[in-house]
């Protein structure tokens, strides 16, 4: 390892807390210098496939030139203004084109940061929109396993965990309900109309629960208990934070669902990774809610870069890219080409629970250990990777594929292909390995 990298390295160990890692025991951070389409390039000049779209979010590759002038137009024209008590046209036009692609209830658009800030805002509106109306309902309900965020709203209504232990105590009340399946759906509605008068909304990741480990279940079932939340009178968010801008296969999760929520949450691919920002959307009916003559009815909310012109423009730009014939021709490819890998990997004996929805694909390496964020074959599957040039971060020893669109079939079956090797190269010495000639 040459002396430059070693400076980064030591340097960025001196400084930098990085997230969702026990500093003691980590390795030294990969010193990244350069991005390149699905490529992301170190200061040794080593390349890596970005499978994992840097946390879910890179949508189109990095530093796409397309997206990079947009944002340095923008730069030279303006680059941030207060959005209270004033307005821009990236902002405008970018609720004005948002809007015309999400359920038609979608009427107004709120900004924030991130998808946890965008998650804050739907809970506070929910809340408050009760309070507004006169009616005494805090309950929350939302899926087992969920995963909306970390601040201490959005961490409240996710999953109990090891990651939410040290803050126990200091989290809201939230019911928390199995995700809907046949046999429970029946149970679901009795357990909902029980509270539905005390619930303010039902929280829920539609389609993929990322974070818990890409647990997927159907759109049927789900619309089944959207239809009854509204017949109860439950207001609805859907988290569309990483299944938003094509992951699923369609433009948005809602794209696979009849019913419609009350509100929507979005951020990751929203600017096609280029910058942070979040958005969350609402219906006419919640914007109203807030509507008076009264000042203490309004949205106390906001944040310093909320609608910031520069993040605008890229997800502006990033919208244009994704509606393009190539971008969905391209978001069909690798949905077909996990299709036919999922059929591969199923038949190797060290692989269980093989599922996909859109451009997700997920997959269990079987281990003496319990399927686990902390099951100990992950560290080791996630440096061999690297190794091999390939950026994967296996969630324990669920592995999975969030590929950039712009990823070619080559650059996939490669990806396919090491999975293969690396699966075999730490199989079971009982089990029989799966050929990667299968790809061909």
Same mark, same amino acid.
């Given at each position: ?51 994992? +779209? +840097? ?46 692609? /999400? ?65 126990? +105590? ?44 890409? /647990? ?76 008076? !003559? ?45 299709? !036919? ?30 399927? +686990? ?12 990777? /690297? ?42 010495? !009982? ?10």
């Amino acid at each position: 390892m040459n002396r430059v990298i070693q400076s980064l390295q030591s340097r960025d160990k001196a400084v930098n807390w990085h997230p969702y890692t026990q500093m003691k025991t980590a390795g030294d951070a990969v010193p990244i210098v350069k991005g390149k389409g699905v490529y992301l390039y170190d200061e040794d000049g080593k390349k890596y496939i970005d499978a994992v +779209s +840097s946390w879910w979010v890179t949508l189109h590759g990095h530093a796409h030139p397309y997206i990079a002038e947009r944002v340095f137009q923008q730069l030279n024209t303006l680059e941030q203004v207060i959005f209270a008590g004033f307005t821009h046209e990236p902002a405008v036009q970018l609720s004005e084109n948002l809007l015309q692609l /999400l359920p038609e209830n979608q009427k107004k658009v709120f900004y924030s940061d991130n998808g946890s800030t965008a998650v804050e805002a739907a809970l506070k509106m929910c809340i408050q929109y009760a309070y507004n109306s006169g009616k005494e309902k805090t309950k929350i309900l939302a899926f087992k396993n969920a995963y909306h965020g970390d601040t201490f709203g959005a961490m409240s209504v996710s999953g109990r965990s090891v990651w939410t232990k040290p803050f126990g +105590s200091m989290l809201f009340e939230v019911v928390f309900i199995d995700i809907p399946n046949v046999a429970n759906l029946e149970s679901l509605k009795i357990q909902i109309k029980d509270l539905a008068e005390e619930t303010a909304c039902f929280i829920y990741e539609p389609l993929v629960q990322g974070a818990a480990g890409m /647990l997927m279940y159907e759109a049927r079932h789900l619309d089944e208990l959207m239809k009854f939340c509204r017949a109860e009178e439950i207001l609805m968010i859907q988290d569309e934070v990483f299944t938003g801008f094509g992951r699923t296969g369609k433009l948005f999760a809602a794209n696979h669902l009849t019913q419609m929520p009350d509100i929507m949450c979005f951020s990751k691919g929203l600017t096609g990774g280029t910058m942070p920002m979040g958005i969350t959307t609402c219906s006419q009916e919640i914007f109203n809610a807030f509507l008076s !003559d009264d000042k203490y009815k309004t949205l106390f909310h906001g944040h310093s870069f909320t609608a910031n012109p520069l993040a605008c423009t890229a997800a502006l730009a990033s919208m244009e890219l994704l509606l393009q014939e190539e971008t969905v021709a391209a978001i069909d490819r690798i949905s077909r080409q996990h299709s !036919d890998f999922s059929k591969t990997l199923s038949k190797h004996t060290d692989v269980e629970n093989v599922r996909q929805t859109g451009t997700i694909l997920a997959f269990e390496y079987k281990t003496d250990q319990n399927t +686990s964020y902390f099951n100990q074959i992950g560290k080791v599957l996630y440096d061999e990777f /690297l190794e091999r040039g390939i950026i994967m971060r296996p969630l324990g020893n669920v592995m999975y594929l969030v590929p950039p669109y712009c990823i070619t079939p080559e650059e996939l079956n490669f990806v396919y292909q090491n999975i293969l090797e690396v699966l075999n190269a730490f199989k079971n010495p !009982d089990h029989c390995p799966t050929d990667a000639a299968d790809l061909e």
